[in-house]
């Protein structure tokens, strides 16, 4: 069985960072490509950032420069980095892993095979 937690969420000020974990157990992290999305109220889930098996990574423009995706095989687990948070950043965060993505599958909430309960992240003006 395959469990994604996730933990670092909180309160910050515009322009702070915070570096979100996800913890990975059932299966290796390196099984897997992994995403997070984001969901704000009253909107969608939306792609953030993804990284392949082989460890490429993908992010969403909004987010490019700014967050930056990475996993720790001997934690088995993965990161998003988010520096210079904005307001516009603000909603409940969660990861994701799939056996198998291809092409631009890792953008699509409904390809991913696992999810974590997700973790709040609340930006300030």
């Known amino acids: 069985q395959v469990q994604l937690v996730e933990s670092g969420g909180g309160l910050v000020q515009t322009g702070e960072s915070l570096r979100l974990s996800c913890a990975v157990s059932?299966?290796?992290?390196?099984?897997?490509?992994m995403g997070w999305f984001r969901q704000a109220p009253g909107k969608e889930r939306e792609f953030v950032a993804a990284?392949?098996?082989?460890?490429?990574?993908a992010y969403a423009d909004s987010v490019k420069a700014r967050f930056t995706i990475f996993r720790d095989v001997s934690k088995n687990a993965l990161y998003l980095q988010m520096n210079s948070l904005k307001p516009e950043d603000t909603a409940v965060y969660y990861c994701?892993?799939?056996?198998?993505?291809?092409?631009?599958?890792?953008?699509?909430?409904?390809?991913?095979?696992?999810w974590g309960q997700g973790t709040q992240i609340t930006v300030s003006s």
């Open positions: 990284i392949s098996p082989r460890e490429s990574t």
């Open positions: 994701a892993a799939a056996f198998t993505l291809n092409g631009r599958e890792f953008m699509r909430v409904n390809e991913y095979d696992y």
């Open positions: 059932g299966r290796s992290v390196t099984l897997f490509a």
